[in-house]
């Protein structure tokens, strides 16, 4: 989403960081250039010039120019000014009984799907949720949020497809819950245009009916600078509490992330990063003030591998990898565990530096098709082949050739880097001697966390020293950069030496 920003960014403090000495000109073209992708983000005039009046100010001070690093001194000043736009601390739901939510937003926000991610989410952390369906105006909007609910187990009011009277649908609602073990309802409004005064009407009565005590913005982040005047017109209408961000997995330049807050006064609390219903979480702004500047969110990223990854299933093929045992079978796992996390675009960007390691990366490298053709290749296996590849003489790799609908060619070179990473992972090198390590840390698993809460300092593991940064990925997702000084990290997930070039 931030990609564009992220960049400009990046070169600028690049600058700043190469100067031995900064002055007031340096700070005043900096900030220059600072504003200039601010509003190619679309972020909204006001904000910005306000933002950087902030940062300007104390990038000035005496005790940031006589520093021995004031380059990164200002990067600092700046993340932590970028965190505050966007918030500061995480915003929670207000779920005082009767915990009522109120979703509104324009069409094709995305409220009925975020609404569903909503219940799912609140459901995982111990509540009970109930969805009603209160969008009259779109076809089988009903029949949508219905479906969802199936598909998360939780309960829904659905109303008749005649039924043109929102108030009435609000108050059989209300009755129909007092039957349903709950402590929050979600109900999702129909999708409206700001200039149609009558459905904002309409919304406006069902907000006072209600009274919820959320009433959640749900805003298309590709918006632009258009989503702060929606806001406004929604926050007149119904008294918004928060925004949800939708699409933040899309190419868009991502301004309204950034200005939203500040307009409107109202927290983003929670953000959707793809279709999936699981691709919805709590919105940090400083974790987001991290991802734009190309700092990652390894806390992100820790979070989705907890929810998602069986971690004994995992340890277990670690410890394959370490015996030399690994086999096309423990492959097809990892890799099903890889995508049950997201597109792999999303989850590397979590990682510090990805912005600038997937400017090495050949096109494509990234496309979700690689796996999938990996996939097949191994589904047209025979379970002896998939336990032992040495069984892969040159007919059996044609019929899987024919079997998964690839090239044999292809073929070879996915055995060919399945042989060679196998080897490197359970050999005696250094990326073996990398592997059995990790199998000793804390009984098998991370390190663990130090009295701080902090992460820990994992680049001895990278193949850094002591903060070295992290390695050149170009050499697992298909060649094309230099030569990564250390292991990469096909050592974490198991199969990323697969996506190299031969």
């Not at 017109?233 to 899309?250: E, H, S």
Request: charged letters at 25%.
């Amino acid at each position: 989403m931030f990609s564009l920003l992220s960049d400009k960014l990046d070169d600028t403090f690049r600058k700043l960081r190469g100067l031995s000495k900064i002055s007031e000109s340096n700070i005043a073209d900096a900030m220059r250039e600072i504003r200039m992708a601010l509003l190619d983000a679309d972020v909204e005039y006001s904000v910005a010039r306000e933002f950087i009046a902030h940062v300007k100010e104390q990038a000035m001070g005496v005790a940031v120019l006589k520093t021995v690093k004031p380059g990164e001194q200002i990067v600092k000043i700046f993340r932590d000014q970028l965190a505050e736009l966007l918030g500061g601390e995480a915003a929670e739901l207000n779920l005082t009984p009767p915990g009522r939510i109120l979703v509104v937003g324009l069409n094709g926000a995305g409220k009925t799907t975020t609404s569903a991610k909503l219940a799912r989410r609140l459901k995982a952390e111990g509540h009970k949720p109930l969805l009603v369906a209160c969008d009259l105006i779109r076809p089988a909007a009903i029949d949508q949020l219905a479906t969802l609910a199936d598909q998360i187990d939780v309960p829904v009011y659905t109303p008749s497809a005649s039924e043109k009277d929102v108030i009435r649908v609000a108050k059989d609602a209300l009755k129909w819950a007092k039957g349903q073990e709950h402590d929050v309802i979600i109900f999702d409004t129909a999708g409206r245009q700001e200039v149609d005064e009558d459905l904002v009407d309409e919304l406006r009565k069902l907000a006072r009916y209600l009274e919820p005590q959320e009433a959640l913005l749900v805003a298309d982040a590709a918006t632009g600078q258009q989503a702060v005047r929606v806001a406004q017109t929604f926050d007149n209408a119904v008294g918004l509490t928060g925004i949800i961000l939708t699409k933040l997995d899309g190419d868009a330049r991502g301004g309204a992330a950034l200005s939203m807050r500040a307009v409107t006064g109202k927290p983003i609390k929670y953000v959707g990063e793809g279709e999936k219903l699981d691709m919805f979480g709590p919105f940090v702004p400083v974790r987001m003030a991290d991802r734009i500047l190309g700092m990652g969110d390894i806390v992100g990223l820790v979070e989705k591998a907890a929810e998602k990854i069986d971690q004994e299933s995992a340890m277990k093929s670690m410890g394959r990898m370490m015996s030399g045992e690994f086999n096309f079978n423990d492959f097809l796992s990892q890799m099903r565990m890889m995508q049950s996390l997201g597109p792999l675009e999303g989850l590397l960007g979590l990682l510090p530096g990805f912005s600038k390691l997937k400017k090495q990366l050949p096109e494509g490298a990234l496309d979700p098709k690689k796996m999938k053709r990996m996939e097949a290749i191994v589904l047209s296996m025979t379970p002896a082949e998939r336990a032992n590849y040495k069984l892969l003489i040159p007919s059996r790799r044609r019929r899987i050739a024919k079997g998964s609908g690839v090239s044999e060619i292809e073929v070879n070179r996915f055995i060919k880097n399945f042989k060679q990473m196998k080897e490197m992972m359970g050999g005696k090198g250094k990326m073996g001697g990398l592997m059995k390590a990790m199998g000793k840390m804390n009984g098998g698993g991370m390190p663990p966390m130090p009295e701080g809460g902090e992460m820990p300092d994992l680049s001895s593991l990278m193949g850094g020293a002591g903060g070295a940064g992290m390695p050149d990925l170009s050499s697992l997702m298909g060649g094309g950069g230099k030569k990564p000084k250390g292991p990469g990290l096909s050592s974490m997930g198991g199969f990323g030496g697969l996506f190299r070039r031969r």
